[in-house]
T-cell receptor, first 112, second 113 residues
Framework: NAGVTQTPKFQVLKTGQSMTLQCAQDMNHEYMSWYRQDPGMGLRLIHYSVGAGITDQGEVPNGYNVSRSTTEDFPLRLLSAAPSQTSVYFC???????????FGNGTRLTVT | DQQVKQNSPSLSVQEGRISILNCDYTNSMFDYFLWYKKYPAEGPTFLISISSIKDKNEDGRFTVFLNKSAKHLSLHIVPSQPGDSAVYFCAAAGGTSYGKLTFGQGTILTVHP
């Protein structure tokens, strides 16, 4: 049972480049979300989805896009990377909105 | 505006003693609270939760206390073990979407043998 799988584990981008962070879960969870972790800031919600075809913004959505075409996958797109997006990104899922989140192991992104 | 605050960046405890991690919140709509534990290079893992209808929840060595009037919660670990050394995040939610969590900044717990 893989749980929540994030790829890649590490990525270095130049300013202005675009990329997609992948997230997949095999637990048939309806709820999925993306957080970023920065020193002294805890984890902040970027975008979330309550089911396939439904997404919504979290606390820090600017510069990121998401889509949810299947229950299993919830990719996060950086349209034009900026140094301020240097962070560790975590994808998470849960059965519904009222159960604890299961997190992936994160993607460490550096934008130079 | 930090709605969930963990004011102690770090805590150092001797093995076998009690560890007490604290968390304060400002949003009175929060009615469900969770603690997560995070090891380096791993994602956070769920530890224990409490809803606002209770003031205490126990799970083995871990107990969470909630003081609604003070908007304060704490996690007690007794006895502390070296394997408990990690970053601990408290998180809060309210309304119908408990997956939309608001996290504190985290506290680094070090348990010395």
């Amino acid at each position: 049972n893989a749980g929540v799988t994030q790829t890649p584990k590490f990525q270095v981008l130049k300013t202005g480049q675009s990329m997609t962070l992948q997230c997949a879960q095999d637990m048939n969870h309806e709820y999925m979300s993306w957080y970023r972790q920065d020193p002294g800031m805890g984890l902040r919600l970027i975008h979330y989805s309550v089911g396939a075809g439904i997404t919504d913004q979290g606390e820090v959505p600017n510069g990121y896009n998401v889509s949810r075409s299947t229950t299993e996958d919830f990719p996060l797109r950086l349209l034009s990377a900026a140094p301020s997006q240097t962070s560790v990104y975590f994808c998470a899922s849960s059965t519904t909105g009222v159960s604890p989140l299961h997190f992936g192991n994160g993607t460490r992104l550096t934008v130079t | 505006d930090q709605q969930v605050k963990q004011n102690s960046p770090s805590l150092s405890v001797q093995e076998g003693r009690i560890s007490i991690l604290n968390c304060d919140y400002t949003n009175s709509m929060f009615d469900y609270f969770l603690w997560y534990k995070k090891y380096p290079a791993e994602g956070p893992t769920f530890l224990i939760s409490i809803s606002s209808i209770k003031d205490k929840n126990e799970d083995g060595r871990f107990t969470v206390f909630l003081n609604k009037s003070a908007k304060h919660l704490s996690l007690h670990i007794v006895p502390s073990q070296p394997g408990d050394s990690a970053v601990y995040f408290c998180a809060a939610a309210g309304g119908t979407s408990y997956g939309k969590l608001t996290f504190g900044q985290g506290t680094i717990l070090t348990v010395h043998p």
